[in-house]
């Protein structure tokens, strides 16, 4: 079959579990059944043009790079709906053809995928890695890391403060912070980002972030009604999406797996010193 795998990043420029996993389960489609895999997907090169595109080879996998810093964002809606990186997904899928198209993460790249691959017959499965089609943060976390309910009733204009109610002249002076804070020592980076953040959200249009943030959570409930089928790896995710309208018909639990050839032929063994292990990015 000829598979278009979807997702955020890759390594080794992106080390998150789901960009980890989707290249991990693009090799074995490709080990295991002979599957031709393209892989559509983006990264963050300051030094690049915004929407340029690159390709490589990988080990029999084909990979198609967006570059996408936001430099060139113009509205809100665009960090979720992108019409450049639209563009450049339709064309990867008229030239690939694809016969399935496995999503595994559609931030910093655009919804709309999902409109195309549909307009074009091809049968979507989509693998659910966070909350981020409910959460624009992705964790269910507020901007002070405390568990959120989700964006019902009033949406998250509290959490997307500067993206979604800034006026378009402090949004370009964000951009502009943007391209300085990638040519910064990382302490310097972070320090102008704290500052620029702080700056914009006072002056943010309470009134747009509420209609942005309603926007948002109205575009992604129409989408997931767009998907034949997602995949959740635990019983509270499925049940967290469908509490959000997903139908029980187009939502399974399906377990991530894991490939324990790395693990084999390990034993335990007594020690006087307290070992600890630490899983996570």
């Known amino acids: ?48 043009d915004d929407d340029a595109v690159r390709t490589e080879d990988r080990d029999g996998l084909r990979i198609v790079w967006i570059n996408n810093t936001f430099r060139r964002l113009a509205t809100f809606a665009e960090s979720y709906a992108n019409p450049r990186i639209d ?6 899928i008229d030239e690939f053809k694809p016969d399935v198209a496995h999503l595994h993460h559609l ?3 655009s919804t709309t995928i999902v409109d195309r691959l549909a307009e074009r017959g091809v049968p ?58 990638g040519k910064l020592p990382r302490p310097m980076a972070s320090a102008l980002r704290g500052f620029g953040t ?7 249009n309470a009134e747009q972030g509420r209609d942005e943030a309603r926007a948002r959570l109205d575009h992604m409930r129409a989408l997931a009604a767009r998907v034949p089928m997602f995949l959740a790896p635990s019983q509270s995710m499925h049940d967290r999406f469908r ?4 139908d029980a018909g187009r939502i399974v639990v399906h377990r991530y797996g894991v490939d324990p050839s790395p693990f084999r032929g390990l034993t335990r063994a007594a020690s006087a010193a307290l070992r600890i292990g630490f899983i996570g990015s």
């Not at 976390?141 to 009033?154: I, K, M, W």
């Not at 702080?198 to 943010?204: C, G, I, S």
């Open 124 to 181: 979507i499965c989509y693998t659910l890695h966070d909350y981020w089609l409910l959460c624009h943060r992705g964790q269910l976390l507020d901007t002070e890391l405390r568990p959120c309910d989700g964006p019902e009733p009033a949406g998250c204009r509290s959490c997307l403060g500067l993206p979604a109610g800034a006026p378009a002249g402090v949004r370009q002076a964000a951009a502009g912070f943007k391209a300085i804070e």
């Open 198 to 204: 702080r700056v914009a959200t006072r002056v943010a």
């Open 1 to 48: 079959m000829r598979v278009l795998v979807v997702v955020h990043g890759l390594p080794p420029h992106a080390q998150g579990g789901s960009e980890i996993y989707a290249e991990s389960v693009a090799r074995e489609l490709r080990r295991r059944h002979g599957d031709d895999v393209l892989i559509l997907t983006r990264e963050n090169d300051v030094s690049r």
């Open 87 to 92: 563009a450049v997904a339709s064309r990867v």
């Open 243 to 246: 509490a959000f309208g997903v």
């Open 107 to 109: 931030t910093c790249l």
